[in-house]
């Protein structure tokens, strides 16, 4: 009894608390998904901005930079170049970002912690205090990389897969020295995070699903949520670990990735390490991230797609097999980046079998996905839109996947652009697309206000025109053997003929970069402006439509809904409407019951009858807690 | 010229993206959008518009992509692989390039044609299909009976490509270091001394470990990478500060070079840099003259990656041969060093001098 009493404190606290408690050390899951998503907003500027002015560099080597010292200061030398080390600098902090602070924090810390409990049927996650830690670490470790932005030596600059020894040695580069050190400790922060974050998710999925709300009645959302947490529990501590031993070979002399090294002058006295065996540890998380950022973006738009074609998900159990298929083999495929590491050819080979299974789940996802559209009734909202253009990259670098997957192929395409078209189709930008279709569906969730649509698909319009042009030439590239993280292209004669291709590129670039704005725009003003969102703007079934427009601590005034239906009753033949939610009882909808759920129908009666009763006594008990 | 081609691309983007902003404005104006939770009409004018834009799309952007890769296609294709194992690459590649090409317009087809076919209709209903087995074991199946096929082709070419190198192959060092590469050939004997990085330093810039292994004396070091045609060549590829990565692109070969742990490729060249100019004049190549080999640093490796370049060349067998020969061994220049180092072991031929 005192524990409830506890907890209600906290409870009536919440809701009267001042500003600092409900919108800074907040509890509330819609909160501190709100911060996830402005904070996330924050980095992309950042990351996409970072990109532009490394384009600015292949595009046009030969402009002076000197507009960009305001921002850029001693990077940008007298004659008005970038600094060639800090170009490096800039292409790590962008993947570093981008990976990490905008598609994990951003993807799954926003829309897991905000729809994990509107769906499933939950006042609030598991522990509403380490989710705010979750917050508040991921806050920190932005904090720290952001420091390291401004310090003498620069930021780290090894590329985000941070390979020692260059990582290790501040001999080799400026950028390991303190760069490094805060590169290494803002990710310790942001893994503490993540798994803070996942521990939370995955309990309230397992634990605070709604009466009903069985597992093969979880919208698909969810169960993408829900697996991609498992996947990260499971590969963010081996990154740790990485991180970890590569601290101690930089500051306490160990040789774990260190051997036979002379740098600077001099003969290091380490021995017997090895520089793979930090690449295995860092693909096996690496690789698992690569669904971590994309799997959250299949679930929304896997929502946003049956919405509205108003038409079941084609296979939802297919989906789900493919999900935890794809979570599985993303565990074993690792090795797919290191073909020409010199690891043993036979251990290339299973890993090239291994890739190519893994193939397979996302074929079917993507059939699924096209089936879906097939006879709907399709309405295209800018969510939807970006859901479409979500599959389309999806198709488009998974494809080129199967080029990479093959080793023999990969000796020619590793670290050529052809990879960076690759994954940038395949998880930066399907994931970024992902993400935008999830903020344009639930903004009026989130808000309380609708977004505006023509802006919208003006948004969409130059993103997909702008991330095709940007990304697609880039294989050509790649076909032609220009290596990646190349500075310049100008300096080597086989390489250097693409000059108008690069200017192309940089130009899409720089108008996709500024068509982000009228999103940015739209999403502020949208908040305070826009047109107030009717309850269920899209006509969906699934249970955070049936709160307040404003939901309050708690989620839903009164009982929770139950749930009787999976998530996908649209267009259902002799229903009145073409949609029918999760907590509408089979026995209300006679008319339109298959053979089955007419037996659950009758079932439901017998049910309801007890869960009255059993609903009364709660009442009872919540309104004496109110009053104490 | 680039630059004002790049600019009219950039206007032609900008108007396009004003054009279709026009466009939703207009219909905006002509019918006004009622809340999508109105009754009479859930979507409006914009919804067909928007299902027109991705056959747009497909065409348009598409086209203009496939139509630009088709008629600069010598800028991007490298010539034919200067190696015997690099046809069989460029074949895989463009086996699944093929494979892949087919399944993208077939996707692409339903995925951007289904938007318009299926638009809102107000009195339409969407078909309620859940699932369809017997279409999900087909995807399922089809999918992985093609791609067993690939895996099983792609597997034979990387099983041979990484067999053991022949026994008459010729082995060659080549050591990556901040930034630039080091090629050390084995002299008389053919074999490559054995090394130590402790032994590293200025003078001596591949560790060459006069006392532990008397195959050093003859081996000499030189400022290309020069390949004999026809006969196969080992590389032995190390590094000795931070990683790198020996690319030759026109040979289809690329390799790791990690400190503490020798890696190899061995591989045969077929042609000249001469015959691959003779084949890209056929093909009317502009650049054809220019032609280069080059191998190339593809693992970032610090400030000057983007120039850690070496010069390549392919000899006939014979003159290659006279080169070999005639090339003075790196000891035989460096005699001073190696008696200051109180090497014990010099030869007396070398000692002398
Ligand atoms: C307008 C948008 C973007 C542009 C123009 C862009 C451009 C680029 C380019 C050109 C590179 C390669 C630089 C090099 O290797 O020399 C790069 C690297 C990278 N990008 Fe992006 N990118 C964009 C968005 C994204 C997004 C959304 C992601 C999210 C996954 C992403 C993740 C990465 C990663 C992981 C790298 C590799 C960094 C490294 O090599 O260490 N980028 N980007
Ligand atoms: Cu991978
Ligand atoms: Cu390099």
Redesign the pocket.
């Known amino acids: 009894m005192s524990d409830t009493t506890h907890h209600d404190d906290h409870h009536d606290h919440e809701h009267h608390g001042n500003f600092w408690t409900n919108y800074i050390f907040s509890t509330d899951h819609k909160v501190i998904a709100k911060q996830f998503l402005f904070t996330a907003i924050f980095w992309a500027m950042i990351?996409?901005g970072m990109?532009?002015i490394?384009?600015l560099q292949?595009g046009f080597p030969d402009a002076d930079l000197s507009f960009l010292k305001p921002i850029l200061g001693k990077w940008i030398d007298a004659t008005g170049k970038l600094d060639k080390e800090f170009y490096l600098a800039l292409?790590?902090m962008?993947?570093t970002i981008?990976?990490f602070f905008?598609?994990t924090a951003g993807l799954s810390g926003t829309f897991s912690n905000y729809l994990i409990p509107l769906q499933i049927g939950a006042v609030d996650m598991a522990s509403g205090f380490m989710n705010m830690l979750s917050y508040w670490f991921f806050a920190a470790a932005g904090v720290i990389m952001f420091y390291s932005l401004f310090i003498e030596t620069g930021p780290a600059s090894g590329?985000?897969?941070i390979y020692p020894p260059l990582s290790a040695l501040p001999q080799a580069m400026p950028g390991s020295g303190l760069g490094m050190t805060l590169w290494l400790s803002s990710m310790a922060l942001f893994i503490i995070s993540t798994l803070l974050g996942g521990i939370n998710y995955i309990s309230t999925v397992i634990n605070m699903r709604t009466r009903g709300m069985s597992f093969n009645r979880l919208p698909l959302t969810i169960w993408a949520f829900f697996i991609t947490a498992v996947i990260g529990l499971l590969s963010f501590p081996v990154l740790f670990s990485a991180a970890l031993l590569l601290i101690f070979d930089r500051s306490f002399g160990t040789s774990f990735f260190l051997s036979d090294i002379y740098i600077g002058g001099e003969a290091l006295p380490n021995q017997g390490g090895s520089a793979i065996l930090f690449q295995h540890l860092f693909w096996f998380l690496g690789h698992p991230e690569v669904y971590i950022?994309l799997l959250p973006a299949l679930g929304i738009s896997s929502e946003v797609i049956a919405t509205n074609s108003r038409k079941p998900i084609f296979g939802y159990h297919a989906m789900i097999l493919s999900i935890i298929g794809i979570a599985v083999l993303s565990f074993i495929v690792w090795a797919h980046h290191m073909f020409v590491t010199g690891m043993d050819p036979f251990l290339g080979t299973i890993f090239m079998f291994l890739t190519l299974i893994i193939a397979v789940p996302s074929a079917v996802k993507a059939f699924n996905y096209i089936t879906t559209l097939w006879k709907g009734n399709l309405v295209f909202t800018p969510a939807m839109l970006f859901s479409i253009g979500l599959i389309s990259l999806f198709i488009v670098g998974g494809l080129t996947g199967i080029h990479l997957a093959s080793a023999a192929i990969d000796i020619q395409l590793h670290d050529t652009?052809f990879v960076?078209a690759h994954?940038?189709l395949v998880?930066?930008?399907a994931?970024?697309f992902g993400m935008l279709a999830g903020i344009y569906h639930w903004f009026p969730k989130m808000f309380g206000r609708m977004m505006d649509a023509k802006m919208g698909y003006f948004h969409f319009w130059t993103t997909f025109i702008?991330v095709y042009a940007?990304f697609f030439p880039?294989h050509f590239i790649g076909v032609a053997g220009f290596p990646?993280?190349?500075y310049s292209h100008t300096a080597f004669e086989p390489f250097g003929l693409f000059t108008d291709l690069n200017m192309f590129i940089s130009t899409a670039?720089i108008l996709?970069?500024f068509a982000q704005f009228v999103f940015v725009f739209n999403f502020v003003y949208s908040m305070f402006k826009g047109r107030l969102a009717p309850a269920n703007p899209w006509k969906s079934n699934t249970l955070e439509w049936t709160t307040p427009r404003f939901p309050g601590h708690g989620n839903w005034v009164g009982a929770i809904p139950q749930v009787f239906r999976w998530p996908y009753d649209y267009s259902k033949p002799g229903a009145k409407d073409d949609f029918i939610p999760q907590h509408i009882p089979y026995s209300e909808t006679p008319e339109s019951n298959l053979p089955f759920e007419q037996k659950l129908a009758e079932f439901e009666k017998q049910e309801q009858q007890e869960g009255i009763r059993i609903q009364k006594e709660s009442q009872i008990t919540t309104d004496n807690n109110e009053n104490v | 010229m680039n630059g004002l081609l790049i600019a009219a691309v950039g206007v032609l983007f900008l108007v396009l993206m004003a054009l279709i902003y026009r466009v939703f404005m207009l219909v905006r104006v002509a019918k006004d959008t009622k809340e999508p939770n109105a009754k009479d009409s859930r979507v409006g004018m914009s919804n067909k518009v928007n299902s027109i834009l991705f056959i747009v799309f497909f065409f348009v952007l598409f086209a203009s992509i496939f139509a630009y890769g088709f008629s600069e296609k010598v800028k991007y294709i490298l010539p034919e692989s200067s190696s015997i194992h690099g046809i069989e690459i460029d074949f895989l590649f463009w086996l699944t390039t093929a494979v892949t090409f087919f399944v993208f317009i077939i996707t692409h087809i339903l995925l951007f044609f289904f938007p318009y076919v299926y638009r809102y209709k107000e009195h339409k209903r969407a078909t309620f299909i859940p699932h369809n087995n017997q279409l999900e074991i087909a995807w399922t199946i089809v999918p992985a009976i093609v791609l067993t096929a690939l895996v099983v082709t792609g597997w034979t070419v990387w099983s041979d490509i990484t067999d053991p190198a022949p026994e008459d192959a010729l082995h060659i060092e080549v050591m990556g270091h901040q930034f630039a590469w080091k090629v050390r050939y084995g002299g008389k004997d053919g074999k490559i001394g054995k090394f130590n990085y402790m032994k590293i330093d200025p003078t001596n810039q591949v560790g060459m470990d006069f006392e532990a292994d008397e195959s050093n004396y003859d081996d000499f070091m030189y400022n290309e990478l020069r390949l004999p045609k026809g006969r196969p060549v080992l590389l032995k590829i190390r590094s000795r500060d931070v990683l790198h990565s020996v690319f030759l692109p026109h040979f289809r070969v690329k390799m790791d070079a990690v400190p503490g742990m020798p890696t190899q490729f061995w591989f045969t060249p077929t042609k000249t840099a001469e015959d691959v100019k003779k084949e890209l004049r056929e093909i009317n190549d502009p650049n054809a003259e220019a032609f280069q080999y080059k191998l190339a640093c593809t693992e970032?490796c610090g400030g000057s990656h983007f120039a850690m370049f070496m010069n390549v060349s392919v000899l006939e067998a014979d003159e290659f041969q006279k080169w070999y020969d005639s090339e003075e061994a790196w000891a035989a220049k460096n005699v001073d060093y190696l008696k200051e180092k109180k090497i014990k072991n010099i030869p007396s031929n070398l000692a002398s001098n």
């Open positions: 990351g996409v990109s532009v490394f384009r292949l292409v790590t962008h993947g981008m990976v905008v598609l590329g985000w897969v950022v652009y960076v994954f940038h998880m930066g930008s994931s970024f702008g940007i880039m990646r993280r190349y670039a996709t970069f | 970032i």
